[in-house]
């Protein structure tokens, strides 16, 4: 049976076994409905985070990542390249940062890689390191959330950042994530239009 939502095909299909850590259904829990907008920059130049991130077997149609019947999801998932995080899931369980990037890097389809200038780097993140470039004497690595500097590196609960609502929504959000979060049967009580920015820079 398919289900649209904000215009994406989603459909019910039993469980796939994939390297993904969480369990991978095949129709997207709502009890949980957050989306959280994830950029990330390396020496000033935009890292695309792509669609179907946390997808097993998506369908892409007018350039968005959904389902078909051999489809599941990860909890933390992408339906575009847009930055924005899916956090579906059904129960209150916090995810992070970490969880997002170990799912990104268990995606198949994806080569457990990102291509950047040609090179392919590893899908890692942490204080030290982010895709492969490392913290060291000239560079640093900077997680910035509603642009002020966070020590949480990779254990930032994304749960609590939501950027999308119903209006006025913001670019990003449209049409995959439009209208406010859903968490658990109560208003969202942190707010939207938050942001989370990982940077690698020059000391100097």
Not at 54 to 82: M, Q, R, W
Not at 86 to 94: C, F, Q, R, Y
Not at 166 to 176: E, G, I
Request: hydrophobic share 35%; charged share 10%.
């Amino acid at each position: 049976m398919a289900v649209i939502v904000g215009g994406v095909a989603f459909y019910e299909s039993q469980q796939a076994n994939t390297n993904f850590p969480y369990p991978c259904l095949g129709s997207e829990p709502t009890t949980i409905h957050i989306h959280p907008y994830l950029r990330i920059e390396i020496n000033g130049q935009n890292i695309t985070v792509p669609a179907a991130i946390g997808i097993y077997k998506p369908v892409f149609s007018n350039g968005f990542a959904g389902g078909g019947p051999n489809s599941c999801f990860e909890p933390l998932h992408t339906h575009d390249s847009s930055g924005i995080i899916h956090v579906e899931w059904s129960s209150n369980k916090n995810f992070t940062l970490s969880d997002f990037f170990k799912i990104w890097n268990a995606t198949d389809h994806l080569s457990h890689s990102v291509t950047i200038n040609g090179v392919s780097h590893p899908i890692v993140f942490n204080a030290t390191d982010i895709l492969g470039f490392r913290a060291d004497s000239t560079h640093r690595i900077v997680l910035l959330v509603d642009g002020q500097p966070s020590s949480e590196y990779q254990s930032l609960v994304l749960n609590t950042l939501d950027y999308c609502s119903a209006a006025p929504t913001y670019p990003q959000c449209s049409p995959t994530a439009v209208g406010d979060p859903v968490y658990g049967g109560i208003t969202y009580p942190y707010g939207t239009g938050h942001t989370i920015l990982i940077e690698y820079i020059s000391n100097g």
